[in-house]
């Protein structure tokens, strides 16, 4: 499929690489699925000289025409699940089922952001001066460049690109370059339904060609990442230069409480499955574990063995509960979080090691660790993998306390059938989000993000299209 699509520059896909390219790799075979052309300085310069000259004709597109277009988007979208989720699974190695919830989710994201397109809100504020008052409108904030994680390739793609194309700006996407043929997809998606050529363009290349031109260019004016902390700060520092607007969403290291009130078994068959969804790959994935001495040791049980009976595979396979880790790399930063555990003490309750039967690819089985100092990497760290790191508290201070020691402060969990304690836990957890007796947080209608080192602004939601709009104030005197 790599050959059929390429880069996408002005409505017009690029095809077979004649030059520059980079393989791309099934993670759980090792196997290649193909090769895709790698961006030049020049084709990034030209996708940027795209978005600047329909960005003008884009934002004065009705806003109704605009929200009309992002519905056809959709619609091709649904049209392409079974495909999509597919690619997504090849690429990611995540389970088929879990591949077609995220296209699921990203086609939610230009739903809701087409509807949204018709409700950019202003406002009128009486002025001191006689006959006079304020005019607040919103305009688009003009050229956007996205840049995306791999964990989720459609849809963090999706909740950049539908609130910008709805708030009227053109946009450059340059997603991760393990998983470019998702990108693909959607910008094909795009591209059928009818979105205006140089409004939506996909860059897929090293970082010189890419990124470095996008962010020297003084057309681009908003740049919008999905990343890790560390990538987020020097993309704020190359900002300054050029004074673009900034989001981030950033890295996570989620704690999620357990008081001693929580029903056990409905708490451990919500934790489980979303600690090792997508291999444990999530920002907002609980990474520490705090549960009540009286729950302590039914809880660390009851994790390790549900978390053993996960079958481990292929995604395309029906019987697949949990793929592989994205990469080599990944697989040595587990590996050296569950050294460091044993080295502090750790009980490894399950697993620990890579799978015996699976000796392709970079599969690693659910982990349970107990027993671990809170300055261990597995609970200090985002360990973005299948590790659940478990330990125990008894005072209701003592656990907001270690909770909120995090540099991080993406999402939080808390898990208790008292609504004073519930509500207690929402204002005392210092992070963007918090969930209760729920991790449901990454829906369309919903402002997603973080704060402190996990970063700023929000994707979704009304305030998602805020975040792509610049303020205009007009004082009126009649």
Same mark, same amino acid.
Request: aromatic share 8%.
């Given at each position: ?100 919830r995220e296209w699921s989710l990203a086609v939610d994201q230009f739903r809701w952001y087409a509807e949204e397109a018709r409700r950019i809100y202003g406002r009128i504020v009486e002025s001191r001066v006689p006959g006079g008052r304020f005019e607040v409108t919103h305009e688009p904030v003009g050229v956007v460049a996205a840049f995306t994680a791999w964990n989720f390739p459609a849809a963090l793609i999706a909740r950049k690109v539908a609130p910008a194309l ?67 700060? =020097? ?45 444990? =790959? ?192 007009? =004082?009126?005197?009649?």
């Amino acid at each position: 499929m790599y050959d059929a699509f390429g880069l996408f520059i002005d409505g017009s896909w690029s095809g077979k690489p004649t030059g520059a390219s980079t393989e791309i790799t099934d993670p759980a075979t090792n196997e290649v699925l193909g090769v895709v052309p790698a961006a030049s300085v020049d084709d990034t310069r030209s996708a940027i000289d795209a978005a600047d000259r329909a960005f003008e004709k884009w934002k004065n597109t009705p806003a109704w025409t605009r929200a009309d277009l992002l519905h056809k988007v959709a619609d091709v979208m649904t049209a392409w699940t079974p495909q999509a989720a597919k690619q997504i699974t090849l690429e990611t190695g995540k389970p088929v089922a879990q591949a077609g919830r995220e296209w699921s989710l990203a086609v939610d994201q230009f739903r809701w952001y087409a509807e949204e397109a018709r409700r950019i809100y202003g406002r009128i504020v009486e002025s001191r001066v006689p006959g006079g008052r304020f005019e607040v409108t919103h305009e688009p904030v003009g050229v956007v460049a996205a840049f995306t994680a791999w964990n989720f390739p459609a849809a963090l793609i999706a909740r950049k690109v539908a609130p910008a194309l709805a708030a009227g700006c053109s946009v450059i996407v340059r997603p991760s370059v393990e998983v470019p043929g998702v990108a693909m997809i959607m910008f094909d998606c795009i591209r059928e339904a009818g979105i205006p050529a140089g409004v939506a363009n996909l860059l897929i290349g090293p970082t010189a060609n890419t990124y470095k031109p996008i962010m020297a260019s003084t057309i681009v004016r908003k740049v919008s990442l999905t990343g890790s902390t560390h990538v987020g700060q =020097q993309m704020i520092r190359d900002s300054a230069e050029t004074v673009k607007r900034v989001s981030m969403e950033l890295g996570g290291n989620a704690p999620m409480i357990v008081f001693d009130d929580a029903d056990l078994e409905k708490t451990l068959d919500l934790a489980v499955p979303t600690k090792y969804a997508n291999s444990g =790959q999530v920002c907002v994935t609980p990474d520490r574990f705090y549960v009540h001495d009286s729950l302590h040791d039914a809880f660390v049980e009851g994790f390790a063995r549900r978390a053993k009976a996960l079958k481990l595979g292929h995604g395309l396979k029906e019987e697949t509960q949990m793929g592989p880790l994205i990469n080599q790399r990944r697989l040595s930063a587990i590996e050296k979080i569950v050294d460091d555990a044993k080295a502090r003490g750790g009980e490894i309750v399950a697993g620990g090691k890579r799978p015996a039967e699976l000796n392709t690819g970079f599969f690693f089985e659910p982990t349970v660790i107990a027993n671990l100092p809170d300055d261990a990497l597995a609970l200090a760290e985002e360990n973005f993998g299948p590790i659940a790191a478990i330990t125990r508290f008894s005072d209701r201070d003592e656990v907001f306390e270690r909770a909120n020691a995090s540099e991080m402060g993406l999402s939080a969990y808390v898990f208790t059938r008292d609504a004073n304690r519930a509500r207690d836990a929402i204002a005392e957890l210092s992070a963007g989000m918090v969930g209760v007796n729920s991790f449901a947080l990454a829906a369309a209608e919903a402002p997603f993000g973080g704060i402190k080192a996990s970063g700023m602004g929000r994707e979704g939601g009304v305030e998602g299209i805020l975040d792509y709009s610049n303020v205009k104030l007009a =004082q009126v005197v009649i």
